[in-house]
């Protein structure tokens, strides 16, 4: 069979362009926020690794990157001031980590193991509170599994920060009501984002980059 120069020709164009575009898919810069962890629940810098690998792990499926700042916090008894405005904004999310004593003082609703401050008026919610000591009845017989069940409900809360309002789902990460068996999704890593929602969290975080600058 004889090939035509022309239609070869078109056809390596037609290779070689599409390699270009995936190679710039390849090399294109990923949008990253930035998240101020403030640990006021005193938990170990080992557990505090374990958090953060679990959310980057859990956001790397919506092309998002994470850039951690680890903000010292001391107990409450001794720091009254807890509101982050000073060094939080659109692109810079604060992810508060309590202890018991003050996860109290909110009274948390049953199963509610954090709380995501979400902003009135189409501006951007930057604060959300995560109950530290509630998530560890998921972890009994389990303990050294901490880490990373505070890390599902860290991305959790920071998923209602990006997707907004009415954000619960019937399945997935963003699912309202947690039981054992999600718990064990979890730490499979099959407890996720849904695909609209992972470009509903991409389409926000470009939206809170662009008001940053």
């Known amino acids: 069979m004889r090939v035509n120069p022309v239609n070869q020709a078109f056809v390596r164009f037609m290779l070689v362009s599409a390699a270009l575009v995936q190679a710039a898919i390849?090399?294109?810069?990923?949008?990253?926020?930035?998240?101020?962890?403030y640990n006021y629940a005193s938990l170990t810098p080992g557990t505090i690794d374990i958090i953060e690998h679990e959310v980057d792990s859990i956001f790397l499926s919506t092309g998002v990157?994470?850039?951690?700042?680890?903000?010292?916090?001391?107990p409450l008894k001794a720091n009254r001031n807890l509101?982050?405005?000073?060094?939080?904004?659109?692109?810079?999310?604060?992810?508060?980590?309590f202890s018991g004593f003050m996860t109290s003082?909110?009274?948390?609703?049953?199963?509610?193991l954090g709380?995501?401050?979400?902003?009135?008026?189409?501006e951007f919610g930057v604060v959300a509170d995560v109950f530290?000591?509630?998530?560890k009845r998921f972890c009994v017989g389990r303990e050294s599994s901490h880490g990373l069940v505070l890390g599902v409900v860290v991305a959790h809360e920071l998923g209602h920060l990006l997707l907004g309002a009415g954000a619960h789902?019937?399945?997935?990460i963003m699912q309202a009501g947690w039981h054992p068996r999600e718990i064990d999704k979890a730490l499979q890593g099959h407890l996720l984002f849904t695909h609209s929602q992972c470009r509903q969290i991409r389409e926000q975080v470009d939206a809170r980059i662009v008001a940053s600058q």
């Open 26 to 37: 390849a090399f294109e810069p990923v949008p990253t926020i930035t998240v101020l962890l």
């Open 65 to 74: 990157g994470i850039d951690w700042i680890e903000v010292p916090a001391l």
């Open 83 to 97: 509101a982050p405005a000073h060094s939080a904004g659109p692109s810079r999310i604060a992810i508060r980590l």
């Open 105 to 112: 003082r909110l009274k948390p609703r049953a199963q509610e």
């Open 115 to 122: 709380r995501a401050l979400l902003a009135a008026n189409d």
């Open 132 to 135: 530290a000591d509630l998530t």
């Open 169 to 172: 789902s019937p399945g997935g």
